[in-house]
């Protein structure tokens, strides 16, 4: 028996293209260096790690903006927030929200701020017309004291 939710994402890919909608003020804000996740076809800056560049292998000092593989979430999670305590760099992760998981109680609960997505989100490039079906966030690894601030990310206007 196939889930009535087969068709809602054609990609077996998990690459896809970040919404202008999330990506204009992200950028805005923060200035972003290098995409840390990307595809030829999708890379949002000059500078850009694709999958065969194995972004694992890197040390992130700049700041940078990662649309992640969410299969993988827990591997991204976990190095972000290393490379960010070791290196004092800020990087920007888009996400699935996975609260009842150990890697986001583990590393997302320590981030400088999580932002949850007001909204379904739309990723470029995809036949999805409905939109992503689970809850996404902004997550930012950065150098911080004190709590993670959590608030609400209001995308721009489709």
């Known amino acids: 028996m196939h889930s009535k939710y087969v068709t809602k994402m054609e990609s077996l890919s998990q690459e896809h293209g970040t919404p202008d909608e999330i990506w204009i003020p992200l950028y805005s804000e923060f200035n ?5 996740c990307a595809t030829p076809e999708n890379a949002l ?7 065969e560049d194995n972004v694992f292998t890197k040390d992130i000092t700049e700041t940078s903006f990662a649309n992640i593989e969410f299969v993988q979430a827990k591997k991204f999670a976990k190095y972000f927030f290393e490379n960010s305590v070791k ?14 998981t150990n890697w986001w109680r583990d590393y997302v609960m320590k981030a400088k701020e999580v932002r949850f997505i007001n909204g379904k989100v739309y990723f470029k490039g995809e036949k999805n017309t ?3 079906r689970f809850p996404c966030a902004i997550v930012v690894f950065a150098p911080h004291e004190g709590e993670t601030k959590f608030s609400i990310f209001k995308q721009l206007d489709r």
């Open 45 to 51: 800056l000059p500078r850009y790690y694709t999958k």
């Open 87 to 100: 290196f004092g760099s800020i990087i920007v992760m888009l996400c699935t929200v996975k609260s009842n």
């Open 130 to 132: 409905q939109g992503l």
């Open 32 to 36: 972003f260096h290098i995409d840390l």
